[in-house]
């Protein structure tokens, strides 16, 4: 049963769910608004696939100890593990589960910041990953998941050191900062650098990394200094969906802190811009 959702606003877009009877979907903690009275609410440290709500059944093996206690310590550790790499990577330690009982609910849901939504559509045969706080809701034969970066790319790439990632089928709806653009690699010669701040979200198949801006030589020294964009962009490559946005987390703190008077950028940005308050 697909998900019906409609994405209403412009400056700061929500999603209103419509559920059937039955259906689930979940989202992180604190992107919900508001919901119908025939919705249930339920909140679990547990992802859709982790067991942290419905039992599983255990079917056992010859000595039958796939259910009882057993089953419910394995249960316990992919549940402590969920919320151990939730933990690490900054999430939320929770989802809020919502079910439809007794006729067709709706449920709001929406970002944290003024920006765009947008429903991506899993069939099963590729994952989608997106930048940390971006989901927004799911339906709950969606799982949810953490990759890291790895090596010299999660070291360098600041934003794109934690990933949030999408496996299964059905509906998937995340959130950025101001408009999206969609574009795919193999249209631009197969590359594409942008600011990593940028990144929204991508398909699988895409490769994902981090390069230098310029050389250690006179004009890589300018692009870094007087560039505003510091030492690195990341690199996307391949055939196959991305999406990006044109406002960045640290853009509009820096923003906001200039017109508090606090502003510790300068002139030059770059490598002399501060997050200090």
Do not use: H
């Not at 559920?19 to 119908?36: H, I, M, S």
């Not at 796939?66 to 933990?87: E, I, K, N, P, S």
């Not at 801006?213 to 020294?221: E, P, S």
């Amino acid at each position: 049963m697909a998900l019906q959702q409609e994405i209403v606003g412009t400056a700061m877009q929500m999603a209103v769910v419509s559920l059937q009877p039955g259906q689930t979907v979940y989202c992180e903690a604190g992107k919900f608004l508001f919901k119908t009275a025939n919705v249930t609410m339920e909140t679990r440290l547990s992802g859709p696939s982790g067991g942290g709500g419905q039992p599983q059944a255990g079917a056992g093996g010859a000595g039958g100890t796939g259910g009882g206690m057993g089953g419910m310590l394995r249960q316990a550790m992919g549940t402590a593990m969920q919320v151990g790499q939730r933990a690490l990577a900054g999430e939320s330690l929770a989802f809020q589960y919502f079910t439809s009982t007794g006729g067709e609910g709706t449920v709001g849901f929406a970002g944290v910041l003024p920006g765009e939504m947008r429903a991506l559509e899993l069939d099963g045969t590729r994952a989608w990953f997106a930048e940390k706080d971006a989901f927004v809701a799911a339906e709950s034969t969606v799982d949810f998941g953490i990759a890291f970066q790895g090596g010299r790319t999660g070291r360098s790439g600041g934003e794109g050191f934690v990933l949030e990632k999408f496996t299964g089928r059905g509906t998937v709806i995340i959130a950025g900062a101001g408009n999206f653009i969609d574009l795919n690699p193999a249209d631009f010669g197969g590359r594409v650098d942008v600011d990593t701040g940028c990144v929204v979200a991508f398909e699988e198949g895409i490769q994902y990394g981090v390069q230098r801006v310029g050389g250690l030589n006179r004009q890589g020294v300018m692009n870094a200094v007087f560039g505003g964009e510091g030492l690195s962009l990341a690199t996307l490559e391949g055939n196959g969906r991305v999406i990006l946005q044109s406002l960045t987390i640290e853009s509009l703190a820096n923003a906001l802190r200039k017109a508090q008077g606090g502003d510790k950028q300068g002139p030059t940005g770059g490598l002399f811009s501060t997050n200090a308050g």
